[in-house]
């Protein structure tokens, strides 16, 4: 009697594994989808991170393309027809520290203001 009570026991307890069995996998799988949807590769957290990037990358874009047309303005300025050969000798000289023998040159201390 003992051991037929045992049996039925281990045989309701195997059942009632068995038919938890299929909703634990779903509700395993239901919960790693989940996760994956949201702390993944793909996933939200990763989608506002690529999107700050974004962001980032297209403020260097317009920075970059900001400076390449101030550089294509300053070259385009540089053709013979536009060249002011006065502005032209003055920031040459003001470049490599010279000056015209004719030029009256005024130092100024180095605690002294120009403007």
């Known amino acids: 009697m003992r ?9 309701d307890i195997k059942r009632q594994a068995k038919s938890a069995a299929t ?12 996760w994956q949807a949201t702390q993944g590769d793909h996933g ?25 047309d ?3 303005r300053k070259v385009a300025g540089l053709t013979a027809a536009h060249l ?3 502005a032209l000798d003055q920031r040459a000289r003001e470049l490599l520290n010279l000056a015209d023998p004719n030029e009256i040159v005024l130092q100024y201390g180095p605690k002294d203001k120009l403007f």
């Open 3 to 11: 051991s037929e009570t045992l049996k039925t026991l281990g045989q």
């Open 23 to 34: 909703p634990a996998i779903l509700l395993a799988f239901t919960g790693i989808f989940a």
């Open 44 to 68: 939200l957290i990763m989608r506002s991170q690529r999107q700050t990037q974004m962001k980032q990358a297209e403020a260097n874009l317009a920075a970059a393309k900001a400076e390449r």
């Open 70 to 72: 101030k550089w294509e």
């Open 84 to 86: 002011d050969r006065d």
